[in-house]
């Protein structure tokens, strides 16, 4: 059975710091790994996908396959970073199984 | 290119009530999704439409819950009769029938089954 565990419920940084987002999974098949994002009082969105190897909004994840990990790293966080961010397995269904998520807040 | 809609966007009833919500995807968007998000987690799949085919409802308390899209286009889910546990976000979202695609969300309807 697929499974995502993101640790941290809460996750707090100081503006300018580094920032990373933990996430684990648990899957049988070739997985596809998605970072969405909800800011406050907007709805959920895609923030990066790990097969298109991009940097969004200064955000990158890499696909540990060994570690079976995709964590989200940002070099320097910014105040507008404070947000709720989910990390998603794609299955073979284009199922989309969910992490319960980390709430960021960067402190000014 | 406009939105998921949904509606209602609230939601108040009673144990044993009954209860409708409804969602337009995006136009073109052959596939529809529909999940719960209860406090504290992440969102659960329901149910999967393609077109107005169901893909996968293995989610789906068939025992309470019923979705359909008749046309291919719109959706509702209906929960009949809600339990005081069915309280959660109830999300919509559409995507392009293509792989990978991308899912786009509504912005969801709050449910609070007293």
């Known amino acids: 059975a697929q499974r995502v565990t993101q640790p941290e419920k809460l996750l707090s940084v100081f503006k300018g710091a580094p920032v990373e987002l933990k996430c684990n999974y648990s899957?049988?098949?070739?997985?596809?790994l998605f970072w969405y994002v909800q800011y406050s009082r907007q709805r959920l969105q895609l923030l990066l996908r790990?097969?298109s190897r991009e940097s969004i909004k200064g955000f990158t994840a890499d696909l540990n396959k060994g570690e079976t990990s995709f964590h989200l790293k940002k070099p320097f966080a910014q105040e507008e970073d404070s947000a709720m961010y989910y990390c998603?397995?794609?299955?073979?269904?284009?199922?989309?199984?969910f992490g319960t998520g980390t709430r960021l807040t960067v402190i000014p | 290119e406009a939105g998921v809609a949904q509606s209602p966007r609230y939601k108040i009833i009673e144990k044993r009530q009954s209860v409708a919500f409804w969602c337009n995807p995006i136009?073109?968007?052959?596939?529809l999704y529909w999940y719960q998000q209860i406090l504290g987690q992440g969102p659960k799949l329901l149910i999967q439409?393609?077109?107005?085919?169901?893909?996968?409802d293995s989610q789906l308390p068939k025992d309470r819950f019923s979705a359909e899209r008749l046309k291919g286009v719109d959706s509702t889910l209906k929960i009949q009769p809600a339990k005081l546990e069915d309280s959660a976000v109830y999300l919509c979202?559409?995507?392009?029938?293509?792989?990978?695609?991308?899912?786009?969300f509504g912005p969801g309807t709050r449910l609070l089954v007293l």
């Open positions: 136009s073109g968007h052959a596939t």
């Open positions: 790990h097969i």
């Open positions: 439409f393609q077109n107005n085919g169901v893909v996968d």
């Open positions: 899957y049988s098949g070739s997985p596809e």
């Open positions: 979202a559409s995507k392009t029938s293509g792989s990978p695609g991308t899912q786009y």
């Open positions: 998603a397995l794609q299955t073979g269904a284009n199922n989309l199984f």
